[in-house]
């Protein structure tokens, strides 16, 4: 983790950008999206030992990614605090994972084999939790499933942090030993301004996405070839909002680097892996090897343009 750390604040210092924090930007929890291939990440000691196994099963049945279980672990702590409370609520929710009783008749599982589905019992709970947000769409878009399962934002984000709060230090992003620094990444709220991209003369981009591009430089030797572009792009993408870049080699990376980056950002085609909205490479029209490389950012609407009112980093501010 040193080493992520010292290549972090290397790439940021190349980009100018330790003295530079953003204005006006709050970091959030982001909502994870996308799907990947990655091991899941060990869930803590403020985990029950005895559930832990039950998270596990649960998120592999319902094959909810590498961050399934320490979602539904956030899940169960925020619903019911590991099953210290379990209801009813003033809304009429009951058991470890608080399901209505009308959801619970459609979606609640027998997980234990005793011949009944019971939201009272951990490993039935649990198990119908993953199928009901596997119903609602994840992992492909974890802030969507998570605001089906209770239909406010701050819900969506007490979840999350408690999922990265559950989680073990800190396991890194696999593919190619790429890791990022403890507490990095989020969602960035406000700020937005279009700015100069250090060290790539004539791009500009939204300046919330500076300390990614400054990241993946560092360990992918990209160079920036189209960032924020109000015309020339497809006009309901990111190159509008300037939350998109189009890359290739730079002097000392070479088409393996790019190769890499987009096997990493897009472990499985058309899965990408968050905080990017969309990759664009081998298999898509335009783009591929030879081409570019094209990676969009998640963010919140912006039907007048820039600027987003959120966007999802990877790293955050500086």
Known sequence: MKLAVGLLAAALAAFGLLAAPLTGVTLTAAGASGQDACPSAALSGGVPA????????????????????????????????????MGPSSAGAVGWTQFMPATWRQFGVDADGDGRADPMTAADAIMSAARYLKHLGAPA????????????????????DQARALTADTAPLCGDDLALPAGAGG????????????????????????????????????????????????????????????LVPGPDGSWDDIDA??????????????????????????????????????????????????????????
Do not use: C
């Not at 878009?141 to 999350?160: C, F, I, K, P, S």
């Open 141 to 160: 878009d974890w802030h969507r499933a998570l605001l089906g399962y209770n239909h406010a934002e701050w819900y969506v984000t007490q979840v999350l």
């Open 261 to 318: 980056l987009a096997r990493w950002a897009e472990p499985q085609q058309n899965h990408p892996r968050p905080p990017f909205r969309w990759v664009g490479y081998d298999g898509d029209p335009n783009h591929g090897r030879g081409n570019h490389l094209h990676l969009s950012w998640i963010h919140g609407p912006a039907p007048g343009g820039p600027p987003a009112p959120w966007v999802d980093v990877l790293i955050g501010t500086p």
């Open 187 to 246: 969602r960035l709220v406000g700020g937005g301004r279009i700015v100069p991209i250090p060290n790539q003369p004539g791009m500009t981009i939204d300046e919330r996405l500076v300390p990614d591009l400054a990241f993946l430089r560092a360990k992918f030797h990209i160079v920036v070839t189209a960032g924020y572009a109000p015309t020339g792009h497809a006009s309901g993408g990111e190159h509008p909002l300037g939350l998109a870049v189009d």
């Open 50 to 85: 005895e559930l832990q196994p039950l998270f596990r099963d649960a998120a592999q049945a319902y094959a909810l990614g590498s961050e399934g279980e320490s979602i539904l672990a956030g899940l169960t702590k925020v619903e019911s605090d590991f099953g210290h409370d």
